[in-house]
């Protein structure tokens, strides 16, 4: 044993000694390259004292790096993220400096702005020989592993091991959906996850349907608190308060969270030991890195941004993280140039601010969650929630099925691949889950092919003016005979004047776009208002949205009826007799159950407008600047995926269905129950019992059983 603990020590302080040497000769390498950074004296040095005072600053400024940067970046915790970011050279260099200014006789010499490039390549370069030296070394990276476990655990005084129950890890790929992720594996561009399901499969994978809404707001607030109750969309107009709800945040995050938690009693699928990690809400978890809903809470330990520290801890991490930011902007706006070299179609806007938001989509963040999840192994937490959200970024706007998303996947089968390495040196054994909360349907947007807004198109309706680009448009020449006539039909409608249904100044009708998914409501009328009032106040309105090509259906309320589904050629379907035909067809089984379902929502819009949906293509048009879009009904976005170990429970019987992200939720918290005794639901009221035991009958006979 003695001669073991000698052997580990030499080969530490070898890597060491090699790291010092590779540092210093990268100092005496740039020193004779950069005119303005020197290691000698004005009158000169030799070449041995030249060396000695690079092995001085490289000593020097790996101590500091090592002792100083965790505390510099835990005092700028309350520093908005992408400004850390972009403060992490500045901090490298200004280390450098100091370390130049410890070398004795004054020898190291650099104005500012060289010295952050010197700390770039001196963290780089350290970086990567530390890594290369490990290579091949499983004792000395588990070594490291444990660690890090160790220190964690003695920080927060925690036991790791559990009594060896298994924990459980949930990686949610957002936006991939099912078919998008089969195809990504026959591809060879998933190796990792295509291994799960090889010829000697370790996991099984499961189509779920989404919801009507089929948006991460709606998905994930029904996994992790187990309702989507009263999610009409991404965002909407609610009148009873007079606010606007969108669902990315901070303020609504929070309250959609309340909401859940008081409708189930139910804290979340996360309540006991558990992890939230670069999700929109906590899931009841404890430990919380990246969480929209607390984003806006007071106290440093509070924010989502302290989540940062674990990564920007290690100055290598955080120059390396930097620059393939950087990369990454690069890289997108050489895609977005040939894109528009070639021509492509259909093609959004890719320029402004969007490259810093999709590399802080798919560098930053990825970076940050995923070692933040791997910290949370290594700690022995009972079960870990993380949203990957590169993939769902980069498809809105380069496409679901494009070569940019498709690198974007390759990249995240990187990081699960990692995060199960990580997971063979955790305290307990990790059963790692791959989900998705929703897909995405290509197609070019509803402006792109129609030449206007959908809401030019209800301001039409309205006999409301409209902007002099819509009054312009070529939409009569672009769709189909009948969506000319409609369009052009009610651009030129006049609106009766006066009488009570004339609509008070500022109290015109909010268009709310989520994806193929619109919401129109008249805020100056209280409640929902109904199909009688709105052809009484906007005659041609509910004619020209129905019969427009770029429309599916709509949902309204009827005063006769119930609530209705309007199609083209004056379709009109009570939702009580609603079937997946007429003007749903095309749309896939349960679409007519999630209508009915979203229509007993409270804050369900006047005038709910999914679009056309192309079943041969299976393309939509969002109402937004998205080319892969998600929100509404048809084709990949209501199809995400589950992809469980084997060790689990099938998520339904043979030849079920799973339908909603509520289901989902439940089928996850029986697998938490299956692995460590009850997690879900902890004060749990009775009805909320009751519609556990009605929709899972496999759960609760599980709760029935262990009773």
């Given at each position: ?601 409270p804050h369900v819009a006047d005038i709910m407008v999914n679009s056309m949906y192309d079943p041969a293509t299976g393309r939509v048009h969002a109402f937004e600047e998205q080319i892969g879009s998600h929100g509404g009904l048809g084709g990949e976005q209501s199809r995400a995926f589950l992809l469980s170990p084997l060790v689990l429970s099938a998520p339904v019987p043979d030849g079920g269905e799973l339908v909603g992200a509520e289901q989902v939720h439940r089928v996850l918290g029986r697998w938490l129950r299956e692995g460590s005794g009850p997690q879900v639901p902890l004060g749990q009221t009775i009805a909320a019992r009751q519609r556990q035991a009605e929709d899972d009958p496999v759960a609760a006979g599980d709760e029935m059983r262990s009773a």
């Amino acid at each position: 044993m003695l001669q073991g603990r000698w052997r580990t020590t030499g080969r530490a302080l070898l890597r060491v000694i090699v790291v010092w040497a590779v540092s210093t000769l990268t100092l005496l390498v740039l020193a004779g390259i950069l005119p303005e950074f020197q290691l000698q004296s004005d009158d000169g040095d030799s070449a041995t004292r030249t060396a000695v005072t690079a092995g001085w600053g490289a000593g020097a400024f790996g101590l500091l790096s090592a002792l100083v940067w965790p505390l510099l970046v835990r005092a700028l915790l309350l520093v908005p993220a992408l400004i850390l970011g972009m403060l992490v050279f500045f901090l490298n260099g200004s280390l450098l400096l100091i370390a130049l200014w410890l070398i004795p006789d004054g020898r190291g010499v650099a104005n500012p702005e060289t010295a952050v490039v010197v700390a770039a390549v001196m963290s780089a370069v350290a970086s990567a020989t530390s890594t290369a030296l490990a290579v091949g070394d499983d004792d000395a990276y588990r070594r490291r592993l444990s660690r890090l476990a160790d220190r964690r655990r003695r920080r927060t005084g925690e036991d790791g091991g559990h009594g060896g129950l298994p924990g459980t890890v949930f990686l949610q790929l957002d936006g991939v959906g099912h078919q998008v992720l089969l195809d990504a594996v026959a591809g060879g561009l998933m190796p990792n996850v295509a291994g799960w399901l090889g010829e000697r499969p370790t996991h099984r994978l499961t189509a779920w349907r989404t919801d009507w809404s089929s948006q991460t707001g709606a998905s994930q607030l029904g996994i992790l608190h187990g309702t989507n109750h009263d999610v009409p969309a991404f965002r909407w107009y609610e009148k009873d308060t007079g606010r606007i709800m969108v669902s990315n945040r901070p303020a609504s995050a929070a309250e959609l969270q309340r909401r859940a938690i008081e409708y189930t009693g139910d804290g979340g699928l996360l309540t006991l030991d558990g992890a939230s990690r670069g999700n929109l809400f906590s899931g009841g978890a404890d430990q919380l890195a990246l969480v929209l809903s607390i984003a806006a809470r007071r106290g440093r330990a509070n924010r989502s941004r302290a989540g940062y520290f674990a990564y920007f801890s290690d100055p290598a991490n955080a120059v390396r993280t930097v620059v393939s930011f950087v990369a990454d902007v690069a890289r997108e706006i050489g895609q977005s140039t040939r894109a528009r070299m070639r021509d492509d179609r259909p093609r959004v806007s890719r320029g402004g601010l969007y490259p810093l938001i999709r590399a802080f989509a798919t560098v930053v963040e990825r970076d940050v969650v995923v070692a933040a999840v791997m910290g949370d192994m290594l700690a022995g937490r009972t079960a870990v929630y993380a949203d990957l959200v590169a993939y769902d970024e980069v498809a809105h706007h380069s496409g679901p099925h494009s070569r940019d998303a498709a690198r974007v996947l390759e990249r995240l089968d990187r990081s699960v691949g990692l995060i199960a390495r990580a997971a063979e040196h955790a305290p307990r054994t990790y059963r790692i889950v791959l989900l998705s909360d929703h897909g995405q349907s290509p197609g070019e947007t509803f402006e792109g092919v129609y030449g206007l807004t959908l809401r030019d198109l209800v301001r039409a309706g309205c006999g409301l003016p409209v902007s002099r680009k819509a009054e312009r448009t070529k939409s009569g020449a672009e769709a189909r005979d009948a969506g000319r006539h409609a369009v052009r039909g009610a651009l030129h409608r006049p609106e009766r004047e006066g009488g009570e249904d004339t609509p008070a100044r500022g109290r015109e009708p909010i268009v709310l776009a989520s994806g193929n998914l619109a919401l129109i409501s008249f805020p100056d009328v209280p409640g929902r208002m109904s199909r009688e009032w709105i052809d009484r106040r906007h005659p041609a309105l509910l004619r020209t949205l129905a019969n427009h090509p770029g429309i599916g259906f709509l949902l309204v309320r009827s005063e006769r009826h119930g609530s209705v589904v309007l199609g083209p050629d004056g379709a009109e379907v009570p939702l009580a007799e609603l079937r997946d035909d007429g003007p749903l067809a095309g749309l896939g089984p349960g679409a007519a159950d999630a209508v009915r379902r979203t229509d007993t929502f409270p804050h369900v819009a006047d005038i709910m407008v999914n679009s056309m949906y192309d079943p041969a293509t299976g393309r939509v048009h969002a109402f937004e600047e998205q080319i892969g879009s998600h929100g509404g009904l048809g084709g990949e976005q209501s199809r995400a995926f589950l992809l469980s170990p084997l060790v689990l429970s099938a998520p339904v019987p043979d030849g079920g269905e799973l339908v909603g992200a509520e289901q989902v939720h439940r089928v996850l918290g029986r697998w938490l129950r299956e692995g460590s005794g009850p997690q879900v639901p902890l004060g749990q009221t009775i009805a909320a019992r009751q519609r556990q035991a009605e929709d899972d009958p496999v759960a609760a006979g599980d709760e029935m059983r262990s009773a």
